[in-house]
């Protein structure tokens, strides 16, 4: 019912522009996508195919032949449409079988390659599909490209490789681990930023939330995502964890476990919002963890999941804020005004699906359906769901915009929660960082491609 009031609301007032403005009732454009358009029907594609609105998907397809057209002259972010076009076009054709969007998936993903055109291949955060010119956002360290933008294509582009046949994608992707592999890192940590021209680190700042999150992500479903054969995305990934926890996990007086960032070799006490996924990753690693420390990675999931259930529930919406510190005698709390917002992100319940999978504590449902009880009390509106500017205030406020990823991940996410562990299961799919489900490519599979060339 959640995902119909959101899907019916865009349909009405914004369908074929990228996002919905629930308040205004109108059409949302961000500048991420340039003027590439209709961002919600494909990232919402595969949510629809999995809760079952077969006309709802039907019409998303039609769209998808009829209007979805990559010929424009748009500056967009690599990321971001990598995650949710690219993404969503993919899972929509495995679960479908529609051509129609392995088709489009190839194509944009060919619309992409220019941005790889650098000194040492590191691709660019912006590029304009038309003239095939990239560039970095200007407000980045010393002109770098960001870690979780550069280190977010490796699950799509494989995917690209074996359906188009065509090897480039996946080599250039694999030429990223090349370049990070040579570098050194300090303290074994990874920093946000790194220049495509000189191949060198820009500031030493660390996050495993913003700028940071979603490389950890693409190292671990990397392994499994190749069957486990993935050595190298193996290793990295539990070499990461290892110095993450050295380095950036602490426990605060109260007993809470957080992620800190690291600026230089000195913590800053906060945690994101976004940062909220390690949970879940922690506990989708645990399995292959080395030194018997499965046991370990699951706790630590566990106690993630748990500071960050708590960051929703010391505010009076009991919806989290953007970040939240640990310092200065609070704890799990936002402290400044520009951080207390909630745009209906997912992690958080992105983690308690993980949790609940992994362990099936029932505590990770209740956690979920007080979100639950919370969105359809301070973010449902009748022109779709908004996310809310103050969740400490008694007033909601609503920044009126429904971002697409309300639809392609936290609505999934609460709906897996609450399904069978059969739906989609963890033995043969991955989800990409946008929740949009890849299958595991077999050894077997590459086999068969290989004998078809
Ligand atoms: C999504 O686009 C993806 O989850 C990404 O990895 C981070 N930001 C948003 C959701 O918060």
Redesign the pocket.
């Known amino acids: 019912q959640m995902m119909k009031h959101a899907w019916d609301n865009y349909k009405r007032y914004a369908w074929g522009l990228n996002e919905l403005k629930p308040i205004s009732k109108q059409g949302h454009s961000s500048n991420l996508f340039g003027n590439i358009q209709g961002a919600t029907i494909v990232d919402a594609l595969d949510t629809l195919y999995i809760m079952g609105m077969k006309e709802e998907f039907k019409e998303a397809k039609e769209w998808v032949e009829q209007n979805l057209d990559f010929n424009v002259n748009a500056e967009i972010s690599v990321f971001?449409v990598n995650?949710?076009f690219v993404g969503g076009l993919l899972s929509a054709y495995y679960l479908s079988g529609e051509e129609i969007f392995r088709k489009k998936a190839v194509e944009l993903g060919e619309k992409l390659l220019p941005a790889f055109n650098t000194p040492t291949g590191i691709p660019w955060a912006l590029l304009n599909i038309k003239s095939g010119i990239g560039r970095n956002w200007p407000w980045a360290s010393g002109g770098s490209s960001i870690l979780?933008e550069f280190g977010?294509l490796h699950l799509e582009f494989v995917h690209l490789s074996h359906l188009s046949g065509n090897p480039v994608f996946a080599e250039k992707v694999m030429n990223i681990r090349k370049v990070l592999n040579r570098l050194d890192k300090p303290e074994g940590l990874y920093p946000n930023y790194l220049n495509p021209s000189s191949g060198q680190w820009g500031q030493h700042h660390v996050s495993i939330g913003?700028l940071g999150?979603?490389f950890y992500?693409y190292l671990l479903k990397a392994w499994l995502m190749s069957g486990k054969t993935d050595e190298e995305g193996r290793k990295m990934y539990y070499d990461a964890v290892q110095a993450i926890e050295t380095h950036l996990i602490r426990k605060s007086s109260g007993g809470l476990t957080y992620i800190a960032e690291w600026k230089g070799g000195l913590l800053e006490h906060k945690m994101g919002?976004?940062t909220c996924?390690a949970g879940g990753m922690f506990a989708l690693g645990a399995d292959g963890a080395p030194n018997d420390k499965t046991g370990h990675h699951i706790e630590l999931g566990a106690e993630i999941a748990r500071t960050c259930h708590e960051s929703y529930d010391r505010t009076s919406m009991k919806l989290g804020p953007e970040a939240f510190r640990f310092d200065g005698g609070v704890e799990a709390i936002a402290t400044r005004q520009n951080e207390k917002y909630y745009?209906?992100?997912?992690?958080v319940i992105?983690t308690y699906m993980y949790m609940w999978r992994l362990t099936h504590d029932p505590k990770y449902r209740q956690w979920g359906w007080e979100a639950v009880e919370a969105l359809e009390k301070y973010c449902r509106v009748d022109g779709g769901y908004s996310g809310i500017r103050d969740v400490y205030s008694n007033r909601q406020s609503h920044d009126d915009v429904q971002?697409?990823?309300f639809l392609?991940?936290t609505l999934k996410y609460l709906y897996l929660l609450f399904s069978e562990d059969d739906l989609l299961p963890f033995e043969h799919w991955v989800f990409n960082?946008?929740?949009h489900p890849l299958p595991i490519l077999e050894k077997d599979d590459e086999n068969k491609e290989e004998t078809q060339k």
Do not use: N, V
Request: charged letters at 35%; aromatic letters at 8%; zero cysteines.
């Open positions: 971001e995650i949710r979780a977010t913003g999150d979603s992500e919002h976004l996924f745009i209906l992100r997912p992690e992105e971002q697409s990823f392609s991940e960082t946008e929740a």
